[in-house]
């Protein structure tokens, strides 16, 4: 989607008003008659330094980001902070650098030389700019405020002179002051781990990993919310519902749930008087984990399987069987869903993956990985959208991957498409991921594809359809909308029709418990709406009582002798 370039005259002065009241007091009744020329020859750049009294146990190094939010029309609205970007379907500008050893004392200039989106700082679109700092030092998951120790400044307004470095002088006597370079954002605050406010169903759980610190060389700690039935009663066992959040999301869903269910009490009732819903943590250092086993991350799987869930069941009073292991995702852990279930058909019993990550990738989005030179253009050299909204491409595949670039290099941004080039390649010598295209043309590496296509669900259905076409008619129910936001739909079409021609399709005549279901009139986000929520909740508990996994009493070690 274009930005929106405005300059209606309307309300700019309200945004000068706003630049001049928020940082430098009151607009004064009689401009200066100090500015009374134009300032020329401006150039703008930001120095970002530590606010007085910010502690540091040692220098740090990381990526430096300035989000901005353009104040000429973007319309994102005032109580929205530039540093709760990227913001995907309204994208904002963004610069960056790299930052090393950076301590008290230390600054760090942001200039026309950082790499930005979507134009160099010096040709941004005059006019006002909300600006925030964010130094990035950890590298835990997709989102850099819910890891403990990165750092950020407040936000700032800032007027932009345009690409002519021109500020007029009508512009300066309603500001009321000079505008002057370089602009100081002091880092003043540290992120923290956030403290959710006790609720009596919700607890935590935290299970450190040998297998995954072992293979990756760093302490990991797998994580898992866990949400217990609204009634409980003593002396009896109850099956898990295993939620797998999607990308953006993670183990913290459950305090959500948690919150929900209290204020919506009828929502899904029977299911959450049934079972235990648990949700799982999805994030490495390189994003969403699909928690598949994978070079670079490490055997994510076999590590939920043998070292979290058995945790978990030592902990709590659960049916330690495989139908009373349920899996449930969307979008990401939808795909997470899908694959769990297909690999360890022996250790969980259902499985619905809504909306998953691409299952054929023959229609990885709008590519065909399998024939197309290029990720970022289609035969006719157009660039392929990555984002659809009412209809209207939002975003590129090119500008998507250039923003998590700019975010961190070297696939280190935690988002999309750098956690899939995390979870389905390898480990490059630089240790970061190698990547599967270049990043700044988009051409493929087909040596690095070939890696991919252990990943590809439809691929292993057409290779071995007597091994995976048994589980996707018996234990998985795959739902899509038409109308995919990201065209997953097209995915999962191509995977039902491989099902169809093995013979492992599921029909509404036959009694199977799989299905794959093309939703008319449903998106990407619809069918992760409180009505498909209900709905598949509804399903998972009629599964419950059809495995015959509901409560049960606890057997002790010596009944039946």
């Not at 500015?35 to 990381?62: C, H, Q, Y």
């Not at 007029?168 to 002057?180: F, M, N, P, R, Y």
């Not at 023959?362 to 392929?384: C, H, I, K, P, V």
């Not at 996707?472 to 995919?484: P, S, T």
Request: proline residues 6%; hydrophobic residues 35%; glycine residues 8%.
């Amino acid at each position: 989607m274009q930005r929106r370039m405005m300059r209606a005259a309307g309300w700019l002065p309200l945004a000068l008003a706003s630049i001049a009241t928020a940082q430098f007091g009151p607009l004064p009744a009689d401009a200066d008659p100090a500015l009374a020329s134009d300032m020329t020859n401006v150039t703008p750049s930001f120095r970002v330094k530590w606010e007085i009294g910010m502690e540091l146990d040692e220098p740090v190094s990381g990526r430096l980001v300035l989000y901005f939010i353009n104040d000429n029309g973007s319309g994102i609205g005032k109580g929205m902070k530039p540093a709760n970007g990227p913001f995907w379907d309204n994208l904002q500008p963004m610069y960056a650098v790299n930052v090393e050893d950076f301590g008290p004392g230390d600054t760090v200039d942001v200039t026309t030389d950082a790499m930005g989106y979507p134009v160099p700082l010096n040709e941004l679109e005059e006019g006002v700019y909300r600006v925030q700092a964010v130094l990035h030092c950890q590298q835990e998951g997709s989102d850099w405020i819910v890891e403990d120790g990165n750092y950020y400044s407040g936000a700032w307004y800032v007027y932009m002179p345009g690409e002519d470095g021109v500020i007029s002088k009508d512009v300066l006597q309603q500001i009321g002051h000079e505008v002057t370079f370089p602009q100081e954002l002091p880092l003043e605050r540290r992120t923290k781990p956030r403290n959710y406010a006790p609720l009596e169903s919700v607890s935590w759980v935290d299970v450190p990993s040998k297998l995954l610190s072992e293979a990756t060389g760093r302490e990991v700690v797998l994580k898992a919310g866990v949400l217990a039935p609204t009634i409980r009663r003593t002396n009896r066992e109850y099956p898990a519902v295993y939620e797998l959040p999607a990308y953006g999301e993670n183990y913290t869903n459950a305090w959500r749930m948690g919150r929900l269910r209290t204020q919506m009490p009828g929502f899904n009732t029977k299911l959450n008087r049934s079972a235990y819903r648990i949700s799982v943590g999805v994030d490495g250092m390189w994003g969403h984990t699909l928690l598949a086993n994978s070079d670079v991350n490490g055997p994510v799987m076999d590590a939920i399987i043998t070292e979290l869930i058995p945790a978990i069941e030592e902990k709590y009073p659960l049916i330690a069987e495989p139908e009373a292991r349920v899996l449930w995702g969307s979008s990401s852990g939808g795909w997470a869903a899908i694959w769990l279930m297909l690999n360890r058909p022996d250790f969980f019993g259902a499985a619905w993956g809504a909306c998953p990550d691409p299952v054929d990738f023959r229609a990885f989005q709008q590519s065909n990985l399998y024939e197309d030179e290029n990720l970022y253009t289609d035969a006719a050299g157009e660039d392929r959208p990555a984002y659809w909204k009412d209809g209207k491409q939002v975003m590129s595949v090119r500008t998507e991957n250039l923003i998590e670039e700019l975010l961190g290099p070297k696939g280190t941004s935690g988002q999309q498409w750098d956690s899939w080039n995390a979870v389905f390649g390898t480990m490059g010598s630089d240790g970061s991921p190698v990547p599967l295209f270049d990043w700044k043309s988009g051409k493929i590496d087909k040596d690095t594809f070939n890696k991919w296509t252990r990943f590809d669900i439809s691929k292993l259905v057409a290779e071995a359809p007597d091994k995976y076409g048994p589980i996707f008619r018996d234990n998985i129910r795959v739902l899509v909308g038409e109308d995919d936001n990201y065209d997953l739909d097209e995915a999962v079409k191509l995977l039902r029709d491989r099902l169809r021609d093995a013979g492992y399709l599921s029909t509404e005549e036959d009694d199977h418990f799989g299905s794959i279901r093309i939703l008319e009139e449903e998106d990407h986000f619809t069918l992760q709406d409180w009505k498909w929520q209900a709905e598949i909740g509804s399903e998972v508990y009629q599964y419950i009582l059809d495995a015959g996994v509901k409560d049960r009493p606890i057997e002790s070690e010596d009944d039946g002798s």
